[in-house]
């Protein structure tokens, strides 16, 4: 018997997660994969530990490029590997349909000149009575 869930959830671990600062520490100095051999768990639950406490990976290929030689100044390497935020996307106008003629068998268009609302029967008419 468990006091609670995450009594049992914490009971049920293959091995015993790591500490947030120890987690990070492994993280800045060995690959993802070589973390996971040394706690005898994938690569996967890694990550998910990282999720878990916050903490931002190295972008894949990182140790690798290390291992060639091809980093970035120090300076540019640590402000790569942060997660970049999304720029905003800008507010597009909305537009605002007028009430018009519904007729049964027509197609309701916009006219190109005034934005007005009219029925149509042709496909290409764009063009209301009003203004042509």
């Given at each position: 018997?468990?006091?609670?869930?995450?009594?049992?959830?914490?009971?049920?671990?293959?091995?015993?997660?790591?500490?947030?600062?120890k987690l990070?520490?492994?993280?800045?100095?060995?690959?993802?994969?070589?973390?996971?051999?040394?706690?005898?768990?994938?690569?996967?639950?890694?990550?998910?530990?990282?999720?878990?406490?916050?903490?931002?990976?190295?972008?894949?290929?990182?140790?690798?490029?290390?291992?060639?030689?091809?980093?970035?100044?120090?300076?540019?390497?640590?402000?790569?590997?942060?997660?970049?935020?999304?720029?905003?996307?800008?507010?597009?106008p909305k537009?605002?349909?007028?009430?018009?003629?519904?007729?049964?068998?027509?197609?309701?268009?916009?006219?190109?000149?005034?934005?007005?609302?009219?029925?149509?029967?042709?496909?290409?008419?764009?063009?209301?009575?009003?203004?042509?």
């Amino acid at each position: 018997m468990y006091c609670s869930q995450s009594c049992l959830h914490k009971a049920q671990r293959r091995c015993t997660h790591p500490g947030k600062a120890k987690l990070r520490m492994l993280i800045n100095t060995m690959p993802i994969t070589k973390i996971a051999e040394s706690f005898g768990v994938s690569d996967n639950a890694v990550r998910k530990w990282c999720r878990m406490y916050g903490i931002e990976m190295r972008p894949r290929g990182y140790w690798r490029r290390a291992e060639c030689g091809k980093l970035d100044t120090p300076a540019v390497k640590e402000k790569r590997w942060r997660s970049r935020a999304r720029k905003p996307e800008p507010e597009r106008p909305k537009l605002v349909s007028k009430p018009g003629p519904r007729v049964i068998g027509h197609a309701s268009r916009r006219c190109l000149s005034c934005g007005a609302m009219f029925a149509s029967k042709s496909i290409g008419n764009r063009i209301c009575p009003k203004c042509s």
